[in-house]
């Protein structure tokens, strides 16, 4: 069974840049699998920011920013702020119809 | 604007089947989008459900293949999750969302649902 990876945690300071990673358990991140990212605060429904590895969804701020880096896809925070303090999940499409969430990164602003 | 609304029970027993409805508003069901359930257990991660095209095609989870049925109802813009014999580890909250396979997720607000008799 494929599985998706995340850091479990990661910290920035604020104004700072953070890239935050989702690999495979076996294999190589690709554009194929169509990398998302989902942005969560506590109590919330999670919001979309990225698709399709690097297009910011609709309203979401440059600062956010998606890639592939190495062999894992990647989402960069340009200039952190206090409220990007937040859950971030990222999905990858399986093929087939089915995607998979990775475990998600709790990032800290401080 | 789409908006999606969760409803249904919020207290299932256990072995019982939980039910619930995503009803669409600001879109046509019918438009070209696959249409989608989430579920996100107390404290813990996100985990892809299944997903279903207006014409009935359906997408499920391997590990919850065996007990997930998703339907849609064109005539009143919904689709619905049936999630058979359910144990306290299908306790969570329920998002349904506009779920394109490329991620562009539209989210509805959630509905917690708790098994336990």
């Known amino acids: 069974q494929t599985v998706v990876t995340q850091e479990p945690s990661f910290s920035v300071s604020p104004g700072g840049t953070v890239t935050l990673t989702c690999g495979l358990s076996?294999?190589?991140?690709?554009?194929?699998?169509?990398p998302s990212w989902y942005q969560q605060t506590p109590g919330q429904a999670p919001r979309t920011l990225i698709y399709?590895?690097?297009t910011r969804s609709s309203g979401v701020p440059h600062r956010f920013s998606g890639s592939i880096l190495g062999n894992k896809a990647a989402l960069t925070i340009t200039g952190a702020q206090a409220d990007d303090e937040s859950d971030y999940y990222c999905?990858?499409?399986?093929?087939?119809?089915?995607?998979?969430f990775g475990g998600g990164t709790k990032l800290t602003v401080l | 604007q789409v908006q999606l609304q969760e409803s249904g029970p919020g207290l299932v027993k256990p072995s019982e089947t939980l039910s619930l409805t995503c009803t669409v508003s600001g879109y046509s069901i019918t438009g070209g989008y696959y249409w989608g359930w989430i579920r996100q257990p107390p404290g813990r991660g996100l985990e892809w459900i299944g997903s279903i095209y207006h014409s009935g095609s359906t997408n499920y989870s391997p590990s919850l293949r065996s007990r997930v049925t998703i339907s849609v109802d064109t005539s009143k813009n919904r689709f619905s999750l049936k999630l058979s014999s359910v144990t306290a580890a299908d306790t969570a909250v329920y998002y349904c969302?506009?779920?394109?396979?490329?991620?562009?997720?539209?989210w509805g607000q959630g509905r917690l649902v708790t098994v336990s008799s």
């Open positions: 999905m990858l499409y399986m093929g087939g119809g089915f995607s998979v």
């Open positions: 399709r590895t690097n």
């Open positions: 969302a506009r779920a394109p396979d490329y991620g562009d997720y539209v």
């Open positions: 076996s294999g190589s991140v690709s554009t194929d699998y169509y």
